[in-house]
Every structure is written in C-alpha cells, then in structure tokens.
C-alpha cells in the first residue's frame, strides 16, 4: 500500500521500453485492486476502464477503490 502521493511509473509515448515497463506497472496495481483515473488537464479526471495503459493521458492516477451508498 502506498501512504500519500507516490510517483510509480513515467514514460514517453515514443519510447517503446518506458511505455512496456509502466504498463507491467500499472497491471501490477490493478491486480491488487487499485483503479485508475486518467486526466488531460489535471483538473479534470475520468475512470479508465481495462487493463490498458491509455499512454495518450496526461497522467493516470491509481487509488483503492472507494465504495459509495
């Protein structure tokens, strides 16, 4: 479990090995149940949805997930 805001993972769509190695990353948490929410602005945030890296987002945030009701 991570305590506050940690950076896991940086890449650049052009280089192929950074993108690879963050998305082993990124399926590494969303194994332990973490979800994710991409952002293009830093203000505004949408969930991500499957296993995919979206490598076009301006960062991807990982969180546990939060239940509602």
Do not use: H
């Not at 940086?10 to 194994?31: F, G, M, P, Q």
């Not at 929410?37 to 830093?42: A, E, F, K, L, T």
């Amino acid at each position: 479990m991570v305590e506050g805001d940690e950076l896991l993972a940086e890449w650049d769509r052009s280089d192929l090995a950074s993108v690879e190695t963050a998305e082993r990353e990124y399926r590494r948490w969303l194994e332990r149940r973490y979800v994710a929410v991409r952002s293009d602005d830093g203000a505004t945030f949408e969930p991500v949805t499957g296993d995919q890296l979206p490598v076009d987002a301006a960062e991807v945030i990982v969180t546990t997930a939060m239940g509602g009701g």
